[in-house]
């Protein structure tokens, strides 16, 4: 299968190798130069623009990092047109980025009147998810939309739901992602408050992994360094899922809220916490990395 992919930042270009390593004949682009040389270097092809990226396409695929690069991707604007005004072959459109429901349904209906099928599948699972091929996607879009395009993603997925129309997948990963960052802050919080008071991190968290308090963040993604080999929190917080990236997803959740009247305050909190914590120059760690605020005032 022919495939464009547009965007390949931490998750994309995992995501397209992974497309590339099941024999798909890729033809990617970025503005970055050094990420469309990494992916030619394992057998994609390079595109001078998205348009010509896509041109022989079957699937398109976008993963961009907020809701501003998807609508000037594909809606465009005053000084350049839009990507849908290019597809006139019709090739399934699948965008994997994170962004308010109404921006997914605002490119959805613009590619309807188009002829054009257009699914929202925002992921979960991060690097290393796109790396081993194990995301989960959410799934917004029309069954038979949702159908074929089941084949492409579980190449680089492993659970793949469809949670309804076009902006409901937008809709799930919001909340879950307000979820994580509640978990993660929460987690942070009560490792800091054992350790304040003499509990080894470590014993705390096994601890804690295998009674009530146990979740994600415990098992997968301790954020105390040194805890877990292999964790964001002990490589110095590089790489991951970045904080400034929490911070707007939890500003997403809270939008949402606004719109429909919800009362989320675990998730305004978290949404504070993140965003205090991106301001004090912490915005290009990895999200986990919220354990440090916790630990202000600690003796060295």
């Known amino acids: 299968m022919t495939i464009a992919f547009i965007g390949l930042g931490n998750m994309g270009a995992p995501m397209a190798a992974n497309l590339l390593g099941a024999g798909h004949d890729v033809c990617v682009f970025d503005l970055v130069e050094d990420a469309v040389a990494a992916l030619e270097g394992q057998g994609a092809r390079r595109a001078d623009s998205a348009a010509a990226a896509c041109r022989d396409a079957e699937v398109v695929i976008s993963m961009l990092p ?8 594909y809606l465009g604007s005053d000084q350049s047109p839009g990507l849908l005004d290019d597809l006139a072959h019709q090739p399934l459109i699948i965008d994997a980025s994170t962004i308010s429901p109404d921006d ?142 929490m911070a707007k997803d939890l500003g997403l959740a809270w939008e949402l809220a606004l719109k429909t009247r919800a009362s989320v305050p675990m998730g305004s909190q978290a949404r504070n916490l993140f965003a205090l914590h991106s301001a004090q120059g912490s915005g290009r760690l990895d999200f986990s990395s919220i354990q440090a605020l916790y630990r202000a005032g600690e003796e060295s």
């Open 66 to 73: 907020a809701g501003a690069h998807v609508r000037g991707l």
């Open 104 to 245: 997914a349904r605002l490119v959805g209906e613009a590619a309807a009147a188009r002829g054009l099928t257009y699914l929202d599948a925002p992921v979960s699972g991060g690097i290393g998810g796109a790396k081993a091929g194990t995301l989960t996607f959410i799934v917004g879009g029309d069954a038979a939309g949702f159908e074929k395009a089941t084949p492409v993603l579980e190449v680089m997925g492993k659970n793949i739901f469809h949670a309804g129309e076009v902006g409901a997948g937008q809709v799930a990963k919001i909340c879950n992602n307000m979820l994580l960052g509640i978990l993660m802050s929460g987690t942070a919080e009560a490792l800091a408050l054992g350790v304040r008071n003499g509990l080894d991190p470590a014993v705390l968290s096994e601890i804690m992994k295998q009674s009530s308090g146990g979740n994600w963040a415990l098992n997968v993604y301790n954020p105390w360094p040194g805890v877990m080999e292999g964790s964001a929190a002990s490589r110095d917080y590089q790489g991951g899922f970045l904080t400034d990236l």
